[in-house]
């Protein structure tokens, strides 16, 4: 059974950095691609990013390129997000998204979903 | 604006058949498979449709979808109330280099 646990969220200013962690189970993690999706207050969900299965390959969305990065460690079945220069905008519940595919793009889709983290942006 | 376009909402009384829909272009819809999930308050959003009108496991058979060049749709028959939600439908874009959502159709059960 695919687990999906994110940590990491909590309150912090505009400006500032935080990392998210997501832990995984239930599956062979160095064989899929994972993703962070997101969905602020009474809006939509979000893709953020992802990330192919042996961590060569990544991609951003344009409203976080330059200020988050993905990455994992496939020792430790655990996908990251480090988020830096945050904005009032990047205020959401951010989800760890397994992908069904080793690469994360159009062959895939976000096949399993994490309960996620609270991430407030305040001053 | 999104580049997959849903209607902002949709209506149904128990029973009743709805349809809301999906339009991209030839970057997204019309060359890769387009997905749908169902995301509840406080809940995990949850995958309903993948590649265009694929059931995952333990999804009843009262919800279908399907692709014809840059649209989709997907429809639900026989509405229950537990069906109330808001559907995103999502895909790959060869240009952009992501992944989309469309904005959401919230679907009232009446």
């Known amino acids: 059974q695919v687990h999906l646990v994110e940590s990491g969220g909590g309150v912090v200013q505009p400006g500032r950095s935080l990392r998210l962690s997501c832990v995984a189970s239930g599956f062979t993690f160095k064989n899929f691609a994972m993703h962070w999706v997101r969905q602020a207050p009474g809006k939509g969900l979000e893709w953020v990013a992802v990330?192919?299965?042996?961590?060569?390959?990544?991609y951003h969305a344009d409203s976080v390129t330059g200020r988050f990065t993905i990455s994992r460690d496939n020792s430790r079945n655990t996908v990251f997000l480090q988020m830096s220069s945050l904005r009032i905008e990047d205020a959401a519940v951010y989800f760890c998204?397994?992908?069904?595919?080793?690469?994360?793009?159009?062959?895939?889709?976000?096949?399993?979903w994490g309960q996620g983290a609270v991430v407030t942006v305040a001053s | 604006q999104s580049v997959l376009t849903q209607p902002p909402s949709a209506s149904g009384t128990p029973g009743q058949m709805v349809t809301m829909s999906c339009s991209g272009d030839s970057g997204n819809i019309g060359s890769n498979y387009v997905h749908w999930y169902q995301v509840v308050p406080r809940m995990a959003p949850k995958l309903i449709i993948y590649k265009n009108n694929q059931r995952p496991s333990g999804v009843p058979d009262r919800f279908s979808a399907s692709k014809s060049g840059s649209s989709a749709s997907l429809t639900i028959s026989g509405l229950r109330s537990e069906d109330e939600a808001d559907y995103y439908c999502a895909g790959w874009d060869d240009r952009l280099n992501g992944w989309f959502f469309g904005g959401g159709t919230k679907l009232t059960v009446l």
């Open positions: 998204a397994r992908d069904a595919s080793f690469l994360g793009t159009g062959g895939g889709f976000f096949e399993h």
């Open positions: 990330i192919s299965s042996d961590g060569r390959s990544q």
